[in-house]
């Protein structure tokens, strides 16, 4: 039988662990990474859920395939190339561990830092998610740690939630704190900001980073501009998704009562004093910042209409609270 994404996620945790990695063209990476993951938890009660992100290169044969000898493995083989935040939710929709950790199937994170991690998780229920820091990072300097030192300190100030390093996938939850994200788009690079906004507490520590040795990175620069404009979707989302009317109807109604009084003060020239108004540039700015705000105001009023239906239908409650309510 096949079980619904919700249905998946709904079903109470089977196992202590789920370990999930996207792959894409990893084919030469996959079977070390297997058996990294497996040296460094074989004695645990885990799963490892490898999620072939539409690999041209047989990268979901070859899991396939270890699969057949390992049943702590299980491969989701995705028919195409939907990108890694999408592949990580598939692998949290499969996973059935009461925790979850994340990683990159590239060897650049290690699998030996999980077993401190979950010692760390142990020790702590103030927490629920552990993000690794890359504090040795080892890739290029000019093109890759620079570049992501700025977007770090952008992305600090953009979401409020002080984190050292965000591109490290290696990472640690709770379950709860999973069953309460979606990811879409890329935005596994904000998922910390994602989980604290659904009151994950979170912690950072160290872990060890190694440089790509096979394989080629999955990304250019020109992720810049993508993670900018994600950044303004989770901006938005944190403090406005509840309420768009006031994103937009605040702009609307300043530019549009501008637009009022220039359109006003024209009307008296024209009126009181008969001077000839036709020509006049200010009319045209006039006409337009009444335009923009009536739209910017009807652009904010259907947006207050989507929430309704984001929430309502599908009986998504438009808070969370701590910990499960008794039922009597
Ligand atoms: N990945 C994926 N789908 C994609 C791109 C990447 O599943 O469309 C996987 C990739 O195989 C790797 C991880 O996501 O396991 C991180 O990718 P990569 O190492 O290329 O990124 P970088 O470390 O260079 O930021
Ligand atoms: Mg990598």
């Given amino acids: 039988m096949t079980a619904t994404a919700a ?3 709904a079903t109470p945790p089977a196992l202590a662990l789920s370990v999930v990695i996207p792959v894409y063209n990893e084919a030469e990476n996959v079977e070390e990474l297997v058996s990294r993951v497996h040296a460094a938890l074989a004695d645990r009660d885990f799963e490892l859920i490898l999620i072939d992100d539409g690999s041209s290169d047989g990268t979901g044969a070859l ?6 000898t390992r049943p702590w493995l ?3 083989l995705l028919i195409r190339n939907y990108g890694q935040s999408t592949a990580l939710q598939a692998g949290f929709d499969a996973a059935r561990g009461s925790l979850i950790a ?20 142990d020790e702590r229920p103030d927490i629920d998610l552990i993000s ?18 700025i977007a770090n300190r952008i992305i600090a100030r953009v979401t409020g939630i002080q984190l050292r390093d965000n591109g490290c996938a290696l990472k640690v939850y709770r379950r709860e704190v999973i069953e309460r994200l979606r990811l879409y788009g890329e935005q596994h690079r904000f998922i910390v900001a994602l989980a604290v906004e659904a009151g994950a507490r979170l912690m950072e520590v160290p872990v060890r980073h190694h ?10 620069i020109d992720r810049t501009v993508r993670v900018l404009l994600d950044l303004l979707w989770i901006r938005f989302s944190m403090r406005f998704l509840h309420r ?5 109807g605040t702009i609307g109604a300043m530019l549009g009562l501008a637009g009022f009084a220039v359109l006003t003060w024209l009307a008296f020239d024209k009126l009181v004093l008969g001077e000839d108004i036709g020509q006049r540039p200010l009319l045209f700015l006039g006409m337009l910042l009444l335009l923009l705000g009536v739209q910017l105001v009807a652009t904010g009023v259907l947006g207050e209409l989507l929430t309704r239906i984001y929430h309502e239908p599908q009986g998504r ?10 039922s009597e």
């Fill in 317 to 326: 409650p438009q808070y969370l609270t701590r910990g499960t309510p008794r």
């Fill in 63 to 68: 899991i396939d395939s270890l699969a057949q």
């Fill in 132 to 149: 690794g820091w890359r504090k040795d990072r080892q890739d290029a300097a000019m093109s890759r740690k620079l570049p992501s030192r």
């Fill in 211 to 220: 440089p790509r040795t096979r394989g080629v990175s999955k990304y250019g």
């Fill in 102 to 121: 994340t990683l990159d199937g590239d060897l650049q994170n290690d699998p030996a830092d999980i077993p401190e991690l979950l010692r760390i998780l």
């Fill in 74 to 76: 299980r491969p989701v």
């Fill in 244 to 248: 768009p009317l006031h994103a937009f």
């Fill in 7 to 9: 249905e998946t996620l």
